[in-house]
């Protein structure tokens, strides 16, 4: 079975310029491709929301849209598709500028030819393919895939900034295996690792969408648990969370129990700043260590104590 057709949306006002591009599309045949063409960026916008794109070919000159704002809008409402812009004869450094706002390529009307088209076309698709692994591998944990403390910071912030505007409460959750040093110890860092693993996977399986993990580094996780009630709210997913790690690990046939120390952190109850939650939640954590490990902890309760 060969290749799907490469969809791509085409924004241009200027209905001989379209036909250009169409002719100089139709005129290669080393792209298999199906074009959809409209006059303005809010039909250009309107398409993108509703039908499958593989790539967006826009002028950025358009009578509703002007310069780097379509570059930026069509970003926000579409991070994922790439972007060929498409500027005036004097105008480089505007193609220029959208390529450092977030295209993946430009291209120069009155230079415009078919190998240059499709040269263009190829290219910018490769290149949003590989910005996308550079991103990912800056976001993620190479061990767990999960997503890494920078990323949960991120989303963090954000999250703070959502449950200020509608009143509302998130828990931070810090996650530390007990003993994890006598597995790799006993068994070997391979092993070690591969229970890293399945642990987050485990702990993976319960989270809402809403919700986030990431591997902090080590063997601690971290949970972000949004829109909870109170303190009792997350103490329940807290709960969860021992009871699930608690359930043994086949590794290479060993068969391996480990337990969890948990804290947690309530905002806006205990701060409303991001770096604080997690400073808090991890203080949380290591008292319920110290209090004889496999429970929880509130930093609440701590401070009420």
Not at 123 to 139: S, V
Request: glycine residues 6%.
């Amino acid at each position: 079975m060969g290749k799907k057709p490469i969809g791509i949306l085409l924004i241009e006002d200027n209905p001989g310029d379209a036909r250009l591009i169409k002719e100089m599309l139709i005129k290669n045949n080393e792209v298999d491709f199906t074009l959809s063409d409209v006059g303005c960026f809010a039909d250009g916008l309107k398409y993108l929301l509703e039908e499958k794109v593989a790539l967006v070919i826009t002028d950025l000159n358009l009578p509703d849209s002007k310069a780097l704002a379509t570059i930026t809008s069509i970003r926000m409402q579409k991070p994922d598709i790439p972007i060929i812009a498409l500027t005036g004869a004097f105008e480089e450094s505007l193609g220029i500028e959208a390529v450092q706002a977030g295209a993946q390529d430009y291209l120069l009307k009155d230079k415009l030819n078919s190998y240059l088209l499709v040269r263009s076309i190829r290219y910018a698709i490769e290149r949003k393919h590989w910005e996308e692994q550079l991103t990912y591998a800056a976001t993620h944990d190479p061990l767990t895939d999960l997503p890494n403390r920078r990323l949960f910071n991120d989303r963090l912030s954000v999250a703070i900034s959502l449950a200020q505007r509608n009143e509302q409460k998130l828990a931070v959750m810090m996650l530390d295996l007990d003993d994890f040093k006598v597995v790799n110890d006993t068994w070997g860092h391979a092993v070690g690792d591969e229970l890293l693993k399945c642990m987050g996977k485990r702990l993976s399986s319960l989270l809402r969408k809403s919700d986030s993990i990431a591997r902090m580094g080590g063997d601690e996780f971290i949970f972000l648990l949004l829109d909870i009630k109170d303190g009792i709210n997350a103490a329940a997913i807290a709960q969860k969370i021992l009871e699930i790690s608690r359930k043994p690990f086949i590794i290479e046939e060993h068969k391996i129990y480990i337990s969890m120390s948990i804290g947690i952190a309530i905002f806006p109850n205990d701060t409303n700043d991001s770096q604080s939650l997690i400073r808090i939640a991890d203080r949380a954590m290591y008292y319920a260590k110290n209090s004889g490990k496999d429970n929880y902890k509130l930093y609440s309760i701590l401070e009420e104590g």
